[in-house]
């Protein structure tokens, strides 16, 4: 690659990808688990900030503008998680590539999502409870703002959050394809910019964003003396959580890391070159 060179074409970027998912042979499961827990941290910023700026910005500025108010300042979360690094179980469903190609074992990436996911919980909920303990919600309508989040959340049908995870990982998993194709920091921003702030404004559903979303509302609800509809833990983990998770699976790996390999890989066994 020479000096000047600012970007990897697709065909490069599928064998980086490829390249950066062996870390899961060599990686310790302490290392995955701490980096697991910085993501779920570095969304929950996300997270907590688009709560912040959407508290009242529909009342001003309308639905349209202050959704992509959200979807803007969230995008902060997977800019934090790709520049300074972190492990985020969306964006590890781009791993299948390594697993198509036999770069790494099946079990392996298994173990690697399971830690994840775990860790990405961990670091959410105990934002979400930093939160709780800053008192910061007690300003503005961010308490009411943050419990209507939740419990929306948790109305969805089975199948509609399961769509929605889906449109949203499709996003977040081209968001990281772009911003492993960019080779400064700039170009990454830009890369984590656009999709996320696409998925946010559109409504879809990311799992790792609504273990911060959901506690928090669970959190507040007491201590503001409400009980929304369909606000419990129950909904959170099967109504909610189960499904968005699904969807950010086949969302991830079908349409970013299957359909990639497929174009530049597929038929090449162990060859890491792309077509």
Request: with cysteine; proline share 3%.
């Amino acid at each position: 690659m020479s000096a000047e060179k600012r970007f990897l074409t697709p065909a490069e970027t599928v064998r980086t990808i490829v390249e950066n998912g062996l870390r899961v042979s060599t990686q310790t499961r302490s290392r995955t688990f701490v980096l697991s827990l910085l993501a779920g941290f570095y969304i929950a910023f996300g997270a907590q900030l688009a709560t912040v700026v959407t508290q009242d910005a529909a009342a001003i500025t309308g639905q349209g503008i202050a959704r992509f108010l959200g979807g803007s300042v969230f995008s902060l979360g997977l800019m934090l998680v790709v520049i300074c690094g972190a492990e985020l179980f969306t964006g590890n469903s781009l791993l299948t590539k390594a697993v198509l190609q036999k770069r790494i074992p099946l079990q392996k990436m298994a173990e690697n999502w399971g830690i994840v996911l775990c860790g990405n919980f961990i670091g959410s909920l105990f934002f979400a409870w930093l939160m709780l303990h800053s008192e910061l919600w007690q300003n503005g309508q961010i308490a009411e703002h943050a419990i209507a989040i939740a419990s929306g959340k948790c109305r969805l049908s089975f199948d509609v959050a399961l769509v929605r995870g889906l449109l949203c990982n499709w996003l977040v998993c081209l968001a990281v394809f772009m911003a492993t194709a960019a080779r400064d920091i700039g170009g990454k921003i830009l890369a984590c910019y656009v999709p996320i702030m696409a998925f946010v404004a559109s409504g879809f559903e990311h799992s790792i964003a609504n273990m911060y979303f959901i506690p928090t509302g669970l959190f507040l609800a007491p201590q503001q003396g409400v009980n929304p509809e369909g606000l419990n833990w129950a909904n959170f983990f099967f109504g909610n959580l189960l499904p968005v998770t699904l969807g950010n699976i086949l969302g991830g790996v079908i349409f970013v890391a299957f359909a990639y390999w497929y174009i530049h890989l597929q038929g090449r066994p162990g060859d890491n070159t792309p077509r």
